[in-house]
């Protein structure tokens, strides 16, 4: 009984579909290192010239979904420690006004503008 075959290595299509994403998406993270991918050498060149295609090793790719898995749902949350040193967690939300005044665009619920 033969397995099945599982290909080793994904053409940038394959996993923009297997992400849900846009080509143009799964090609920027490419090119800005998210996920890693691998140019396979030009046959009998001698120069080391590269193919142009860039495809993505299977192991990577689910290592780059474990890596960004989100366990806590939508909304983050971080722990401060006040002046007494007690430590309590603070929901983060998104805010619309927030995002302009702060890079990450979060706000915590006392820090909200209303």
């Given amino acids: 009984m033969?397995?099945?075959?599982?290909?080793?290595?994904l053409s940038v299509r394959e996993v923009a579909k297997r992400l849900s994403l846009s080509y143009?998406?799964?090609?920027?993270?490419?090119?800005y290192g998210h996920l890693p991918a691998v140019r396979l050498p030009v046959p009998a060149s001698l120069s080391g010239a590269t193919m142009r295609r860039l495809l993505v090793d299977v192991v990577d790719l689910r290592a780059f979904i474990a890596r960004y898995k989100v366990n806590?749902?939508?909304?983050?949350?971080?722990?401060?420690?006040?002046?007494?040193?007690?430590?309590?967690?603070i929901r983060r939300t998104r805010d619309a006004?927030?995002?302009?005044?702060?890079?990450?665009g979060f706000v915590a619920d006392s820090e909200r503008v209303r």
Avoid: F, H, K, M
């Fill in 2 to 9: 033969t397995e099945p075959s599982v290909p080793y290595l």
């Fill in 24 to 31: 143009a998406a799964t090609r920027a993270l490419i090119v």
């Fill in 72 to 89: 806590c749902g939508d909304t983050p949350v971080t722990v401060v420690q006040s002046e007494a040193g007690n430590t309590r967690p």
């Fill in 97 to 104: 006004t927030s995002r302009a005044r702060t890079g990450a």
